[in-house]
């Protein structure tokens, strides 16, 4: 059958398209080859790495001079898989044949906890007697206010009550319990105080009415010295020895004996 002039010229999907297909130029095709030869080179390049174990990230990685040509990849060794590698030997390497007795032993030994180099304490003055107790006894130092007296309670060592923060708390009197009153001040019952000394052992919260508070002070064991023979008569229970502070002697009271003591005549 005769074509028609209008379809001489058209070519079925079958045939020789109108238009060649582009092939590469002889440039592409080796700027291709390049980079495959290059990506070749460089698994390589990890693979031997990761074959013998060699520690490229000290030499030419991050910690060494920065000249790997991975790090433009990887950026870090970390993510490098020869640095990954070597982490997981490491991690899977056999462990030596005394490693658990070592660690075991390690263990075993009786832990000695040495000492604090410092100790913290608050001191204090009552009367002309400066003393000292640790620091972790105490909540807060509240400026003087008015003690509510109690009745029957004249003679003992409790002072009354106090408001401390919307909270009554009973006021006991060190002075008294120490021996360091003096005798005309057991005649007049005293209202207010310079300061008062809030302390919280094991819950119970009790008010220490002092004459002057000079803060924390921290001192080394060594310092502390035992107390002299007329300090000890005077308060042999509770005095845990005796440091030099601005060339005056601070008596140490054991925290234990003294809220022990405390308590009992609370009782």
């Given at each position: 059958m005769s074509q028609s002039p209008s379809m001489r010229?058209?070519?079925?999907p079958s045939e020789t398209p109108l238009?060649?297909?582009?092939s590469p130029s002889d440039g592409e095709r080796e700027n291709t080859a390049a980079t495959s030869r290059s990506d070749i080179k460089v698994t390589s390049g990890i693979e031997d790495a990761i074959e013998n174990h060699e520690a490229c990230w000290q030499s030419i990685g991050v910690y060494g001079n920065g000249t790997c040509r991975e790090l433009q990849k990887f950026v870090h060794c970390r993510n490098c898989p020869v640095y990954s590698h070597s982490a997981l030997q490491l991690l899977d390497q056999p462990l030596p044949t005394?490693?658990?007795?070592?660690?075991a032993a390690h263990f075993a030994r009786e832990q000695k906890l040495s000492p604090p180099v410092k100790t913290s304490a608050v001191l204090f003055r009552i009367n002309?007697?400066?003393?000292?107790?640790?620091?972790?006894?105490?909540?807060e130092?509240?400026?003087?206010?008015?003690t509510h007296s109690l009745p029957h309670q004249r003679h003992g060592i409790v002072a009354g009550l106090v408001n401390i923060r919307g909270e009554l708390l009973i006021c006991v009197s060190l002075g008294r319990l120490l021996g360091l009153e003096k005798a005309s001040s057991r005649q007049t019952i005293r209202t207010t105080y310079d300061r008062l000394l809030v302390a919280n052992w094991e819950g119970n919260r009790l008010v220490f009415p002092v004459d002057e508070v000079h803060g924390t002070h921290k001192f080394e064991a060594s310092e502390v010295h035992d107390p002299p023979?007329?300090?000890?008569?005077?308060?042999?229970?509770?005095?845990?020895?005796?440091?030099?502070?601005?060339?005056k002697p601070v008596g140490l009271l054991?925290?234990?004996?003294?809220?022990s003591a405390l308590n009992r005549s609370l009782t």
């Open positions: 010229g058209f070519k079925g238009t060649p297909a582009l005394d490693y658990r007795a070592e660690w002309a007697e400066w003393l000292a107790l640790p620091t972790y006894a105490f909540q130092v509240a400026e003087r206010r008015r023979a007329t300090v000890a008569k005077s308060r042999p229970s509770y005095t845990h020895g005796i440091f030099i502070w601005q060339q054991d925290p234990s004996l003294l809220f």
